[in-house]
């Protein structure tokens, strides 16, 4: 397919005008082929004319729709990427800055981090198989201070939709809006919620239905009293203590790991059991379990492996996925591997972090055209990429309250 097809025939349809499908060319030309950060200016810099404020306001003012490109690249990279896709990733993102003026910037404990930082932190999802993964939704996370000072919302442009969510809350919201907006069909979703509040979190999703595979901690308390696969008596415990119990079950089980591309074999241990949801680590069990998600949610599958070549287990999965081999749903844990091999290898190469604007639409205009930089470099179109001329004349964008497009046709366009 060539390269201006792929551009305006699919991943940039929703976009109404023929100078918006245009600016979105050079930006995304810019994020591929412009070397260092891929801030505006340095993609300004390989043009003439008043590129830079074009892009500016094409980036940071203009109102056009984020959701519905990305909309249509998912849809896109799912029919194109072997396999179709077979797991949802999430993956956190931070970013750390210097300043305060960034939307969602905060100082803040970061998880993956390990410590204090002076951050935006957001979610993406990728749409990923064991060949590729691709970036298609981002949620930004925004801190308390950006939902309770009207002065901060105001100048970021904050939508009043917009609230202080956790890193799973808003996991489970952009999966929730993939599934029920866009019509994707639903995928198992693969995520960590180490040192999150992984009762509430594995209980939310459950009660949707949608399918996971979380990695969890081996304090997870779980619940055994059914007829598991290791024939368990009831009780209580822990995720940790349970699968040192059963390790005499250990079996290999092998995987190819992306990163290193290499095939491994891992020592997995599964068993069913039941969680109990609303409840912290530290809390007697009530008389009788209330199982994640309530109602008549049925067993999960707490899978442990074995990493290394210690004595305790080093990973703990928890699926909903109760009746899938556990072999297939390790696999499908370590798609998370893949993810990371993008990342580094596309993703931060071509600049999601690299965002220097302040306002919350900008930050959601880049990472829609950096998700389709990445989408034409992972799809191996980089070399159709042709050289893109911006438009004749500069984009400008009235403020609102009326807001409009001024754009190389003429005539106006209200968002």
Sequence with gaps: MEFADFLSDLIFRSLPRSDQRRWARVYLQGLVITPGKKTIRNIASEYEGPVEQS??????KSPWEWSAVRQDLARYVESRIPQRSQAWVVRPLVIEKAGSHSVGVARQFVTELGRVANCQQAVGIWLTSPEASFPVEWSLV?????????????????PEAAGVHTPEQAALNAVRHM???????????????????ELE???????????????????????????????????????LDLINLCRAQRRPVEWDCPRREERRVTPLVAQEVLIQSGQPSSAQPSAVPQQAGGGEGGPMLLLGAWSGSGEQPD?????????????HVFRLAKLAERVERDYDDILEPIGIRDFEGRSFRGWHHHTTLVSAAHAVIALGARQALAPVPPPTSAYLYTPDPRPRWVGSEGGHHRA
């Design 55 to 60: 892009l500016q306001q094409f980036i940071s």
């Design 142 to 158: 925004l801190p308390r201070p950006w939902n309770t000072d009207p002065g901060l919302r105001r100048r970021a442009r904050i």
């Design 179 to 197: 599934i029920e907006k866009w019509r994707l069909p639903p995928r198992p979703v693969v995520m960590s919620l180490q040192n999150a509040n």
């Design 201 to 239: 979190t594995v209980a939310a999703f459950h009660a949707l239905d949608i399918p996971f595979v979380f990695k969890v901690s081996g304090s997870l308390p779980i619940t055994t009293g059914h007829e598991s696969r290791g024939h368990l008596g009831q009780g209580r415990t822990r995720a």
């Design 315 to 327: 990973e703990f999965w928890l699926s909903n996925m109760s009746q899938t081999s556990p072999a």
